[in-house]
T-cell receptor, first 111, second 113 residues
Framework: AQTVTQSQPEMSVQEAETVTLSCTYD???????LFWYKQPPSRQMILVIRQEAYKQQNATENRFSVNFQKAAKSFSLKISDSQLGDAAMYFCAHPNEKLTFGTGTRLTIIP | KAGVTQTPRYLIKTRGQQVTLSCSPISGHRSVSWYQQTPGQGLQFLFE???????NKGNFPGRFSGRQFSNSRSEMNVSTLELGDSALYLC????????????FGSGTQLSVL
């Protein structure tokens, strides 16, 4: 069974600081993808970043980057220079036959 | 390019009724998937349709069904509603590959009384 685990139900960070959200997953595949999605209060899920497992280089999208540790099956999201608009639920996800989501981390930005 | 459109946004039903939710994907997208989101269970996969065929199905009872039309629009139906079916139902579309990101709609909030 494919599982995705997010061990931090809630996180908070001061505006302009850096925060890291954790995610671990389980898979029997050797080539796969991992995603971080953001769900703001509007409820619409938005892709933040995508990582391809066969690529050694960690994905980066502006202030968002990942720390992908394939052997440890760890896929954390780092948000640099946090902004008020980053406040949301963040979900880690792994697609196999279906897209499996973690339970989410609620991120609060403190002004 | 228009995004994924879900209708209605909010719905209130009573136990035993049935409900149909609609999802219009982004133009050109052939895959539509549905998810149920609740505070207790999080996001759970319901099913995925690709070119009018169900490609995958989650672990939900047969009361939950869906279909996809030739224009890729999709509907999901829940019959004999139960209180536990109260949830946010999200639809997402993509080109169809597992590598592709999903584009989500804003969801339908279903309340069963």
């Amino acid at each position: 069974a494919q599982t995705v685990t997010q061990s931090q139900p809630e996180m908070s960070v001061q505006e302009a600081e850096t925060v890291t959200l954790s995610c671990t997953y389980d898979t029997s595949e050797s080539d796969y993808y991992l995603f971080w999605y953001k769900q703001p209060p509007s409820r619409q899920m938005i892709l933040v970043i995508r990582q391809e497992a066969y690529k050694q280089q960690n994905a980066t999208e502006n202030r968002f980057s990942v720390n992908f540790q394939k052997a440890a099956k760890s896929f954390s999201l780092k948000i640099s220079d946090s902004q008020l608009g980053d406040a949301a639920m963040y979900f880690c996800a792994h697609p196999n036959e279906k897209l499996t989501f973690g339970t989410g981390t609620r991120l609060t930005i403190i002004p | 390019k228009a995004g994924v459109t879900q209708t209605p946004r909010y719905l209130i039903k009573t136990r035993g009724q049935q409900v149909t939710l609609s999802c219009s994907p982004i133009s050109g997208h052939r895959s539509v998937s549905w998810y149920q989101q609740t505070p207790g269970q999080g996001l759970q996969f319901l099913f995925e349709y690709f070119s009018e065929t169900q490609r995958n199905k989650g672990n939900f009872p047969g009361r939950f069904s869906g279909r996809q039309f030739s224009n890729s629009r999709s509907e999901m139906n829940v019959s004999t509603l139960e209180l536990g079916d109260s949830a946010l139902y999200l639809c997402a579309s993509s080109l169809g590959s597992r590598a592709e990101k999903l584009f989500f709609g804003s969801g339908t909030q279903l309340s069963v009384l």
